[in-house]
């Protein structure tokens, strides 16, 4: 019970100030996160963000797995993108490896990723607007997100927890009339973001609750290592899916929009704008899928086929080597990045030459985020520290791993 | 496909900006560097750090101007037992450059970069909280993630994955 006294403790600085207390409940908090607020009247003087209550230990866990049971962890961090983390992770081993992956498992990857990032946004949008008063968004949002989750559904058997990318490529193939969906919701799609947009973007409270809200400048992001939405609001051009592309990117063809402003509006636009750029890119991965093998020629470290290891010994021999003993991997390090919807997202991965990850760390896009709310929000009112904490959009499940 | 082996020679990779810049700023500062697939490690000696990554980010043509990440791992039993991990990105060029800091078991201890990147905070705080590794001239050198009382540093390798009980 001694883990019960919160800590730390933020003692008022001045004689007319006094300590606020707000979360790890707090609903705005979005999970579990505990702010210590010094505030003056209704002034923000200083703000501590206390963190941690969701650690759960995932990196000491990985490095007593198989490498290939380390992927549902993967999903366990940042439970709104699962499959970006999953990307993350399979690529980082990948490049351990020296694996290449065929044509349509990256095109496929890119696909549901591109999705992740639509439902992330959804959820984040619906939140963040309820935060500052918006009801109605939150449902609209929920009922477009439940198409997408149907779609996680439909090729990997779960709505949340996916597993669906492996290292050397992707689980399954994609079930019958899995693309006719996503066509289909493709082309409904860009009428509903309209209809957010009509609720919020011009809305005059939205706007008197936004604008000029929690700025930061570029230079002030950079130093503390924000990224994604949270440093493009500050007009840093910067997108890794463009800069550095990573599985198959550099076939697509979409826009990075950046902010100037750097407040909460200005996030606010960016996020629907990449609403829109993503949906763009699912209908050309559909329109352009191409066929082959969706799983690496490497039958030591891919699983076999069920049918194959049915009838061939070597596959079944290979599956119950693969599945007992994992597979080794050369001893190495890579370190790998990705642009997950909240920023970068990174998997430092040390191989020892054995079967399990020496060391696996992730690089939490919202941990370093989470770090420009002091700058945010020190020196204005209270009410706008929830408008800031919902526009840096953090999962804590990332942040404290 | 094996991965082709790792180049460790200086002379071949004295080519790469970031390590000649570290080597005409101070050749002592340097310890080592490995390219191994596509990715560029430099060992920093361990009192050089903080003024390599200051002088890493006004490179006048490279920049690597973003602090991705730190971490650390610990090599136990081997002796020097922790190495600090330092991802850095040059936005303008896309390239990524990793620095190293070996520590030696007995007192890890190294200068804080929190006064170059003020976003180190937080990543060095969950270092000094999980490996013990203390950085001096940190503004907040507090326990992170796990709880103010907690005994020992759970990401150490002879830490047990269940815990102590």
């Known amino acids: 019970m001694a883990h019960l006294t919160p800590t730390p403790v933020l003692e008022p600085a001045q004689d007319r100030t006094m300590i606020l207390n707000m979360g790890p409940q707090h609903p705005s908090t979005h999970g579990v996160l505990r702010v210590l607020l010094e505030i003056d ?81 959804l959820v984040w949008l619906g939140t963040h607007a309820l935060d500052i008063g918006a009801m109605t968004v939150f449902l609209y949002c929920f009922r477009e997100r439940e198409d997408v989750l149907r779609m996680f559904e439909m090729v990997s058997g779960q709505r949340m927890m996916t597993s669906y990318f492996r290292i050397g490529g992707i689980a399954l193939e994609p079930p019958l009339g899995f693309f006719d969906f996503v066509r289909n919701f493709a082309d409904r799609f860009p009428a509903r973001v309209d209809e957010y947009e009509n609720l919020l973007t011009g809305n005059p409270i939205w706007r008197m609750r936004t604008k000029g809200v929690a700025k930061i400048s570029a230079e002030d992001a950079l130093a503390l290592g924000a990224s994604g939405p949270t440093l493009r609001g500050s007009g840093v051009d910067f997108d890794l899916r463009r800069d550095m592309p990573y599985t198959g990117y550099e076939n697509f063809k979409f826009n990075v929009p950046v902010g100037q402003e750097g407040d909460v509006y200005d996030r606010y636009l960016i996020r629907v704008q990449e609403l829109r750029e993503s949906i763009g890119m699912v209908k050309q991965a ?98 706008d520290v929830v408008a800031a904490i919902g526009s840096i959009d953090i999962v804590l499940g990332e942040i404290d791993r | 496909m094996p991965p082709a082996p790792p180049i460790s020679d200086l002379d071949q990779l004295k080519t790469h900006p970031a390590l000649a810049a570290l080597l005409a700023w101070n050749a002592a500062a340097v310890e080592g560097a490995k390219f191994d697939r596509d990715e560029m490690t430099i060992y920093v000696e361990r009192s050089c750090i903080r003024e390599a990554c200051a002088l890493l980010r006004e490179h006048p043509e490279f920049e690597f101007n973003f602090l991705s990440d730190i971490t650390c791992v610990d090599w136990t039993p081997s002796e020097p037992r922790f190495e600090v991990v330092y991802h850095l990105l040059s936005m303008s060029k896309k390239e990524r450059v990793r620095l190293k800091v070996r520590l030696d078991g007995a007192s890890p201890v190294l200068e804080s970069i929190t006064s170059v990147w003020s976003g180190a905070n937080f990543f060095e705080r969950e270092i000094f909280d999980l490996f013990g590794v203390r950085f001096s001239g940190h503004p907040y050198l507090r326990r992170i993630l796990m709880p103010e009382d907690w005994e020992g540093h759970p990401l150490r390798k002879d830490y047990p994955v269940e815990g102590y009980r």
């Not at chain 1, 992927?71 to 970006?84: A, H, M």
């Not at chain 1, 693969?322 to 990045?337: D, H, K, L, N």
């Not at chain 1, 642009?339 to 191989?351: A, L």
């Open chain 1, 41 to 121: 009247g209704e002034t923000v003087v200083r703000i501590m963000p206390d963190i941690g209550y969701l650690h759960t230990g995932i990196e000491k866990t990985c490095e007593a797995k198989f490498y290939q049971q380390v992927v549902p962890l993967t999903d366990r961090i940042d439970y709104l993108c699962p499959l970006t983390n999953n990307l993350c992770y399979a690529l980082a081993v990948e490049k351990l490896l020296g694996l290449e992956i065929p044509p349509k498992a990256q095109w496929l990857r890119v696909l549901l990723n591109e999705l992740t990032r639509i439902n992330s946004h």
């Open chain 1, 286 to 383: 559909v329109q352009g899928m191409p066929e082959g093998p969706i799983k690496a020629d490497a039958p030591k470290v891919v699983l076999p086929d069920r049918e194959k290891m049915k009838t061939q010994m070597e596959a079944l021999i290979y599956h119950f080597k693969i599945i007992t003993e994992g597979f080794s991997v050369p001893a190495g390090e890579v370190y790998q990045g990705v642009e997950s919807p909240r920023g970068e997202m990174g998997y430092y991965v040390v191989s020892d030459g054995t079967a399990k990850p020496y060391r696996v760390h992730m690089r939490a896009a919202c941990l370093a985020n989470l770090q420009t709310l002091a700058k945010m929000c020190e020196g204005r009112l209270i009410a």
